[in-house]
């Protein structure tokens, strides 16, 4: 069973992700769910990137972090950030017109009480929006799968999917939610490069974080017996990823 990901030890080198692919999707999704000069809470902000983000597109943005590491990757870049837990949001009701949670909501210990907690935070009419993946779908294909033994089935017990983030949503009380891919990735790179990154490999997601060191090292050792068969057929072996990150909206009652 993979351990719980400990993000204070990987903090300086997660905005990594955000040199490697820049999210367009996303950020199109967030635009999209605001008009003009709003409030926005992200839970979970990690280090403050998309916090960053809509503060300088003239939103009132704030983060929510439960890592101390994170948490101090955000002040430096000067993200008006809180430490908390999403189960209790340190915010008055009606504080806010979005609530973003943005590959964040599988790390939460209580995902109905979350969503309850945005929607009391929420202004009326305002929206929560969910971004992550949805594994159970079985549409994703992704060499991190592929080479490192429990990854997938991991990911399937903690990411809720689209129908239960509805769920959750609606029972708390959400009057209407829908949900549409938000952004597609796709990545082809030799499996030389990613070798080469060493441990900024491991750090670069969650799924190899929350792997033990033995677990991890077999998962490397696969790429590289990988690597050696397609070299000896005169072959580079290039390690690929075909990833769906979804949105699921939705709004809270008028009254």
Not at 69 to 80: N, T
Not at 129 to 137: A, E, H, Q, Y
Not at 235 to 241: G, I, K, T
Request: aromatic fraction near 8%; charge should be negative.
């Amino acid at each position: 069973m993979p351990k719980p990901v400990d993000y204070d030890s990987v903090a300086s080198g997660y905005d990594r992700r955000y040199v490697e692919h820049d999210y367009p999707g996303i950020d199109t999704t967030l635009r999209g769910c605001l008009s003009s000069r709003q409030s926005v809470l992200e839970v979970g902000c990690g280090t403050g990137h998309w916090v960053q983000r809509l503060s300088a597109l003239g939103h009132a943005a704030r983060g929510l972090e439960p890592s101390a590491g994170m948490a101090r990757q955000a002040y430096a870049r000067g993200a008006p950030v809180v430490r908390g837990r999403a189960e209790a949001l340190p915010f008055a009701a009606e504080s806010f017109q979005l609530v973003c949670a943005i590959n964040a909501m599988h790390h939460f210990a209580d995902r109905e009480r979350f969503v309850h907690e945005a929607l009391r935070v929420l202004r009326p009419g305002g929206q929560l929006l969910v971004v992550g993946m949805d594994p159970s779908r079985g549409e994703d294909a992704w060499f991190v799968y592929d080479y490192f033994d429990g990854t997938l089935e991991h990911d399937r017990t903690r990411y809720p999917g689209t129908a239960t983030i509805g769920e959750l949503c609606t029972s708390a009380g959400f009057v209407e939610y829908n949900a549409r891919v938000a952004e597609h990735i796709r990545i082809e790179k030799p499996a030389t490069e990613y070798l080469a990154s060493g441990a900024h490999m491991r750090s670069f997601t969650s799924q190899l974080v929350a792997l033990d060191d033995r677990t991890f090292e077999a998962g490397i050792e696969r790429i590289r017996h990988a690597e050696r068969q397609a070299a000896a057929r005169g072959d580079s072996l290039v390690l690929q990823a075909d990833l769906r990150l979804f949105a699921t909206i939705a709004t809270a009652p008028l009254t």
